[in-house]
């Protein structure tokens, strides 16, 4: 009896349900709506993602350079060694690379690797153009001269004549905070293709690559952030447009030139010690002792 009262009751409380959704079948609970707003809601998020990424791209990439590494022909009618403009048609371009703005005085930051025909030349007919946006949009080159340079930590220093045009330096960030993981990009000029970003994570930290003389740069910030050749020098940058490393190096797989997706950047506290050194000295802080 006491099994039978179970199954009544049941069955006493579902009828009332089903006739309450017969009379009212309109009030039934739609799938779809309910599964739409989580997709809106997504698509809305992607979307917000999007417009930051682009937005960052548009506060950053003014304040990044285009470096082209140019061999002047010297003047066949001249009796002196008088070179040529750098804008000359008959300048052979003899590599790429990409700088950023240190400040509103045209200092420009790059790696020593991407000058260092310019630095060691001895004929006088090394030059490097400079390809720069200034803070209105507008685009003009300008010689850029060396300063100083660090072959230790595979840095140099360019000067821009930007008399007339007003530069918008980076914003520097820190790179003692960061974290493996967090997101980063990559602004520069690979193959020469001007304006590129490339997006990643910070892959790993304390990485050691080989400096141009030969000893280790130690601390450098491996990411999967895409650094080909003509980004070297460009800024790494985080997700607030803060420079965190100065895109260096990256493996490339073995007899293709194709880089492996293991790249690396120079730590921006690195960069912060020595640059200021650069521009006042010519030398680093390590020569002068």
């Not at 685009?139 to 045009?165: C, N, P, T």
Request: aromatic content about 8%.
């Amino acid at each position: 009896m006491k099994r039978r009262a179970l199954i009544f009751s049941s069955t006493v409380l579902i009828s009332p349900l089903l006739n309450f959704y017969n009379t009212n079948s309109t009030s039934l609970p739609s799938f779809s709506s309910a599964t739409a707003l989580p997709l809106q809601s997504r698509e809305d998020e992607l979307q917000q993602e999007e417009d930051r990424i682009v937005h960052l791209f548009q506060e950053t990439s003014p304040s990044v350079v285009s470096i082209q590494d140019l061999e002047l022909a010297k003047n066949p009618k001249s009796m002196s060694n008088e070179v040529i403009p750098i804008d000359d048609e008959n300048a052979k371009v003899e590599g790429t690379g990409s700088g950023f703005i240190w400040d509103k005085l045209g200092h420009i930051v790059t790696n020593y690797h991407v000058v260092a025909k310019l630095a060691t030349d001895k004929s006088g007919s090394q030059r490097c153009k400079v390809c720069l946006v200034d803070a209105k949009g507008n685009s003009f080159f300008s010689e850029g001269k060396i300063v100083g340079y660090d072959q230790a930590y595979d840095l140099a220093v360019l000067k821009v004549d930007a008399e007339g045009y007003e530069l918008k330096p980076v914003v520097l960030g820190t790179s003692n905070d960061l974290r493996v993981g967090q997101s980063c990009f990559a602004i520069g000029n690979p193959y020469g293709f001007e304006d590129t970003l490339t997006t990643g994570v910070v892959s790993g930290l304390g990485r050691e690559i080989p400096s141009p003389n030969g000893r280790a740069i130690r601390g450098a910030i491996q990411t999967d952030a895409a650094i080909n050749a003509g980004n070297s020098g460009g800024p790494l940058i985080n997700s607030y447009g803060h420079v965190i490393g100065v895109n260096t190096a990256t493996f490339t797989r073995k007899g293709t030139g194709v880089s492996s997706g293991v790249n690396f950047a120079i730590p921006i506290d690195t960069v912060v010690k020595t640059v200021p050194y650069l521009i006042v000295y010519g030398t680093p802080y390590s020569d002068r002792y």
